[in-house]
Antibody, heavy 119, light 107 residues
Framework: EVQLVESGGGLVQPGRSLKLSCAASGFTFSGFPMAWVRQAPKKGLEWVASISSGGAVTYYPDSVKGRFTISRDNAKNTLYLQMDSLRSEDTASYYC????????????WGQGVMVTVSS | DVQMTQSPSYLAASPGESVSISCKAIKSISNNLAWYQEKPGKANKLLIHSGSTLQSGTPSRFSGSGSGTDFTLTIRSLESEDFAVYYCQQYNEYPLTFGSGTKLEIK
């Protein structure tokens, strides 16, 4: 059974940093691209970052480019999201998602972790 | 960016009825469109990709249609488990973008 479990969320002040983790199990982690998607309170879904199966290629929307860094450790079956220079508008639930190999769709999602950026 | 306009934002229906949700892209995305289901306390579920291809495990009462800029998710014979929020997502180009969601509630 595919499982994605996020951790590392919490309350952080504007301008500070936070690092999220996603522990993957139930599939060959190194064989799949991965991504982070977020959802602000009462809002829709927003794609935040993607990474190739080997970790060499990453993509970000302009809203987080230069502030967020996605990475992975295939030996530990873990996905990360380093979030720097956090803003109030980054307040959201952050979801780890497995991307299909051929298509840029997300076939498994975690339950999410809440990040609140506030002073 | 490819903006996705989803409608309606809210839909009320009764079990057994059929409903349709629309998703429109500001420019052609070929058939590179997916639909997801969101339910409280559960992980999001991929229902359909490539505009009309059911993901493994998606009940056959779900169907997707469209290509280019206009897409539709149809659910026939609604069951109680179908009442949820539905999102479309284009994956034709980066940044990947989602529609604003449609909340399907029991009438």
């Amino acid at each position: 059974e595919v499982q994605l479990v996020e951790s590392g969320g919490g309350l952080v002040q504007p301008g500070r940093s936070l690092k999220l983790s996603c522990a993957a199990s139930g599939f060959t982690f190194s064989g799949f691209p991965m991504a982070w998607v977020r959802q602000a309170p009462k809002k829709g879904l927003e794609w935040v970052a993607s990474i190739s199966s080997g970790g060499a290629v990453t993509y970000y929307p302009d809203s987080v480019k230069g502030r967020f860094t996605i990475s992975r450790d295939n030996a530990k079956n873990t996905l990360y999201l380093q979030m720097d220079s956090l803003r109030s508008e980054d307040t959201a639930s952050y979801y780890c998602a497995r991307r299909q190999v051929q298509l840029r769709v997300f076939d498994y999602w975690g339950q999410g972790v809440m990040v609140t950026v506030s002073s | 960016d490819v903006q996705m306009t989803q409608s309606p934002s809210y839909l009320a229906a009764s079990p057994g009825e059929s409903v349709s949700i629309s998703c429109k892209a500001i420019k052609s995305i070929s058939n590179n469109l997916a639909w997801y289901q969101e339910k409280p306390g559960k992980a999001n579920k991929l229902l359909i990709h490539s505009g009309s291809t059911l993901q493994s495990g998606t009940p056959s009462r779900f169907s997707g249609s469209g290509s280019g800029t206009d897409f539709t998710l149809t659910i026939r014979s609604l069951e109680s488990e179908d009442f949820a929020v539905y999102y479309c997502q284009q994956y034709n180009e980066y940044p990947l973008t989602f529609g604003s969601g449609t909340k399907l509630e029991i009438k």
